[in-house]
């Protein structure tokens, strides 16, 4: 069966969140296993001090420790695939709850690049997934409750790693943001799957 444009498009999206979210724990990850990488030291950059039987030719460092690294790839890498999951898993079977609440996990990192402009693709991402979403077809299926209240367990999941990430990191202010966007986030994925899409009625093809 053809996938419908609007499924395609959610697909890209949610496939280019996974990308990056892939790309960057790649980069994150030989850190753990770099004998001359510090953690905690607070200066980011290597102080000049080493001795002369040092293996390491020079040290770097970060003001993070080896815990506060591991939560920040669960929190953010690790949410933001789960959110290309959700979305992957609702654009396949025209589920706007899936795709929803996939959005909404890519809003809720809106927060903690706000320092940056890293936002503005964020929110473009989040609010395009939505968009698609508004236009699935109308899938005529048995309502799952109980995969309507995992999509939604998911999203508080999802938000509450971050917003622990965030409050470790000294960030209550911006958990609190956070918790605001992934609620604001699942009222609208209600709206949305509470309303008729444009064109005709489809009826499910496959098994839920």
């Not at 996990?105 to 473009?124: D, K, S």
Request: hydrophobic fraction near 55%; glycine fraction near 10%; aromatic fraction near 6%.
């Amino acid at each position: 069966m053809a996938l419908h444009p609007a499924s395609i498009l959610a697909l890209a999206l949610g496939a280019l969140v996974a990308l990056s979210a892939v790309v960057s724990t790649a980069a994150a990850v030989p850190q753990f296993f770099d004998p001359c990488h510090e953690w905690g030291v607070g200066s980011g950059q290597d102080d000049g001090t080493i001795a002369l039987d040092d293996e390491c030719p020079s040290r770097t460092g970060t003001s993070q420790t080896r815990t506060e690294a591991i939560l920040n790839l669960v929190a953010i890498q690790g949410v933001l695939l789960l959110a290309a999951g959700c979305i992957a898993r609702g654009a396949l079977r025209l589920d706007r709850t899936w795709t929803g609440v996939g959005a909404t996990l890519i809003a809720i990192m809106v927060p903690p690049f706000g320092l940056g402009v890293l936002w503005i693709p964020i929110l473009t991402v989040a609010v395009s997934v939505f968009v698609s979403a508004t236009a699935y077809p109308v899938v005529q299926r048995e309502v799952r409750v109980r995969e309507r209240v995992t999509a939604y367990a998911l999203a508080a999941v999802g938000v509450l790693l971050l917003a622990v990430y965030l409050t470790v990191a000294g960030g209550a202010s911006f958990a609190l943001i956070v918790a605001g966007i992934g609620v604001a986030g699942l009222v609208v994925t209600t709206v949305i799957d509470r309303t008729k899409a444009p064109g005709r009625t489809r009826r499910a093809t496959m098994e839920d």
